[in-house]
């Protein structure tokens, strides 16, 4: 046991820790957030709710189907994705020519109808949803105690963004996506299926939410309005970070994690509002946010 | 150089059209006059405050274009400060009112100096974490009442004669303000600075190519619309007697929203149909529970896809006049 400043290392790494889960939300959500409006030129207010879905979809595939945790992962973000290009093939697809305005109003829309819903069947308190066997317990680091499953969110969440960040900006397919988010007629010309693209894109980013609901299922109780809360903050990790860069999604989501952790160290009054003083800030001295490129 | 210069076709065109605006708030009026010797006194008068909010709302979005996602900000802060000195300061009404306005007057000074830096979403997102932001200090005050809210708030006597604990009393004050904050919008509107709004909202850039310094004019716009939606708010917390954490949370943006659109965007009188159509709307849906979210929802996704101009819009289309 030392003490920093006066605050005890554990509560110090703790809440590190507990920032750095919260970021990897962040950086999920709003990574999701950024493809999407590349792509659709819509902020996708149903992000939330899509997130909530993810972790509901981990609770009923345990509970009706016996899938496990490890199987949810990869089989919540394919059906939640599924909904999602749907959602994009009924609706979106009719906003094209229109202000991205209307992409706002219609994904509230549906945010609105899909908690509604859940909160029908659901109830508005929470379920439980166990870590799998695996991860549970923790280990000493020596400065810390650090449980095992929270590891495994910042590890994985990491890795997810990384692998992103690498499709998106490194790879062919990720180039064409590029492409089309400056000049979808031309690159349709080139003979690429762009509406398509757009719909799998749109599929996609929902799918990164369902996977962030899923990692979240086991460390906060799956309820019905799980997403709706947090989508406000994610919405200002956005404007902060500016929504230009893939990397710089990830970057900003990460470390306001840390910064609302360690707020929550220094000054727990404020630890729910630091994320939006800093984007007043951000707003004052660089309007088009840290890694945005128009004004 | 003025507005007037930059959009003369709708200058001739109000001429022509005014009539049929002025014949529609007539009717409403006496709507207003009649409507309490039928319908319960207090569901009128909570329509017509979200009437008022939603007509100070749309000041903002039908009219400049700027969507905002936390107008629940002015309106609810400003029914705590009007409920705050009726209750703990014994305030009249209508000094309790005034401080409520220039609350609001004042948080929209800060967060419209904030929000006019970004367009469009990002405008909507700043806006709705602004308001978030309140929400958590309203959760967290003292002088809030944190989850309790200002409960009991006394109506008091207006001007020290009228009693407003009178329920028709109340109703008469309510609809002379709410009136007049509506005809107010209607002047502010179709001023020379009203057209340069209206400008603003069809193409920015032009506008600052011929010299307005839009900001400036935006920043008053933002203003005006949270002094006239803490106005609404400081009159619902004298109707209910009552300020609580449900006016400061983002689904009171998000309804104000829906009466707006489903009324008419950049109509006059559609956030009037709109708001009373979402206020019916809740309370004889309230024994369903959440299903209201549901429907409102569903109205959300079906007015964006299907009935863009709203019910009033669709109407003044029809019957091509201007309402």
């Known amino acids: ?295 | 150089m003025t507005g007037r210069v930059l959009v003369p076709s709708a200058i001739v065109r109000r001429r022509d059209t005014d009539a049929s605006l002025g014949i529609a708030i007539a009717l409403m009026i006496a709507f207003f006059v009649v409507a309490p010797f039928f319908v319960y006194p207090i569901f009128l008068m909570k329509a017509l405050c979200f009437a008022l909010f939603a007509c100070a709302f749309n000041l903002l979005i039908g009219y400049v274009g700027l969507a905002s996602f936390g107008h629940a900000l002015f309106f609810g802060w400003a029914s705590y400060f009007t409920a705050y000195a009726a209750k703990t300061w014994g305030w009249p009404p209508e000094a309790a009112i005034i401080l409520g306005m220039i609350g609001a007057a004042v948080l929209g000074a800060i967060a419209g100096v904030l929000a006019i830096r970004r367009q469009g979403i990002y405008f909507a997102m700043i806006t709705l974490a602004l308001a978030q932001m309140m929400y958590f200090f309203a959760l967290e005050a003292k002088f809030t009442g944190g989850e309790d809210g200002i409960q009991g708030v006394p109506r008091g006597r207006l001007f020290g004669f009228f009693d407003l604990s009178h329920e028709m009393t109340m109703y008469a004050f309510v609809m002379v303000v709410v009136v007049a904050g509506i005809l107010f919008i209607y002047r502010v509107v179709n001023s020379p600075f009203g057209e340069v709004l209206k400008a603003i909202r069809e193409n920015e850039q032009r506008c600052v190519s011929l010299g307005f310094r839009t900001e400036r004019y935006k920043l008053v716009a933002f203003v005006l619309s949270a002094t006239l939606a803490g106005l609404a708010g400081s009159m619902k917390a004298l109707v209910f007697q009552l300020a609580s954490l449900t006016d400061v949370h983002w689904t009171m943006s998000g309804d104000v929203l829906l009466m707006t659109l489903l009324g008419g965007l950049g109509t006059m009188l559609g956030p009037v149909v709109g708001a009373f159509a979402v206020v019916g709307m809740q309370n004889y849906l309230a024994p369903f529970g959440q299903w209201v979210l549901v429907i409102q929802g569903a109205i959300f996704v079906v007015c964006v896809l299907l009935f863009r101009r709203g019910i009033v819009g669709e109407l003044a289309h029809l019957l091509r006049v201007r309402l």
């Open chain 1, 1 to 295: 046991m030392f003490e920093i400043f006066g605050i005890p290392s554990q509560a110090l790494f703790g809440q590190l820790l507990l920032g750095l889960i919260n970021g990897s939300f962040y950086a999920l959500l709003s990574l999701g957030l950024a493809v999407i409006f590349g792509m659709l030129n819509i902020i996708n207010f149903t992000h939330g709710a899509q997130y909530m879905m993810g972790a509901f979809a981990a609770y009923l595939l345990l509970q009706y189907a016996g899938i496990n945790y490890w199987a949810a992962l990869v089989v919540a973000p394919i059906l939640i994705g599924l909904t999602g290009i749907v959602i994009e093939r009924l609706f979106l697809v009719h906003l094209r020519k229109l202000d991205p305005l209307y992409g706002l109003l219609l994904t509230f829309g549906l945010a609105l109808i899909i908690e509604g819903l859940f909160r029908n069947y659901f109830g508005s308190s929470g379920l439980p949803y166990q870590a799998p066997d695996a991860l549970r317990g923790g280990r000493n680091l020596g400065f810390m105690f650090l449980p095992n499953y929270r590891g495994w969110v910042i590890v994985l969440s990491l890795a997810v963004c990384f692998a992103t960040w690498f499709g998106i900006e490194r790879t062919r397919l990720g180039s064409y996506l590029r492409a089309a988010t400056e000049n979808p007629v031309l690159v349709r010309a080139f003979g690429i299926n762009v509406p398509r693209m757009v719909t799998l894109t749109y599929g996609f980013g929902v799918g990164l939410a369902a996977l962030a609901g899923v990692m979240a299922a086991p460390i906060y109780n799956v309820s019905p309005q799980m997403g709706s809360d947090l989508i406000i903050v994610v919405f200002a990790v956005v404007v902060i970070g500016g929504m230009g860069s893939i990397m710089g999604a990830i970057v900003t989501g990460f470390a306001l994690g840390i910064v609302e952790g360690l707020t929550k160290v220094f000054y727990p009054e404020a630890s729910n509002t630091v994320i939006f003083v800093i984007m007043a800030i951000v707003l004052l001295v660089r309007p088009a946010g840290l890694f945005g490129r128009t004004a």
